[in-house]
Nanobody, 119 residues
């Protein structure tokens, strides 16, 4: 079993910053891609950012230049630094970890953390 524990969400004013963390624990064989998704009310879940085991990152156009995704492989942890936050960034943020086990990829999800950007 793999558990993902997220932290760092909250309420912030427009233009502010937050840092999300997601730590994976349990029976972990080989973590490949780690990333963050978000889901706003009435909308589908969307990819925010991802990072490969080699450190290659990918960002949604809406967050490029404002968000930075990073990871600490020794701690099996992925981070999302969010700067210049906008009201449209308000959503529940979910971390995602893809693990390779016996030739198959398995996706695991965090419990979600609320990010609210409002004055």
């Amino acid at each position: 079993q793999v558990q993902l524990v997220e932290s760092g969400g909250g309420l912030v004013q427009p233009g502010g910053s937050l840092r999300l963390s997601c730590a994976a624990s349990g029976t972990i064989f080989s973590i490949t891609t780690m990333g963050w998704y978000r889901q706003a009310p009435g909308k589908e879940r969307e990819l925010v950012s991802s990072i490969t085991s080699g450190g290659v990152t990918n960002y949604a156009d809406s967050v490029k230049g404002r968000f930075t995704c990073s990871r600490d492989n020794a701690r099996n942890t992925v981070y999302l630094q969010m700067n210049s936050l906008k009201p449209e960034d308000t959503a529940v943020y979910y971390c995602n970890v893809r693990i390779l086990k016996m030739g198959f990829y398995n996706d695991y999800w965090g419990q979600g953390t609320q990010v609210t950007v409002s004055s």
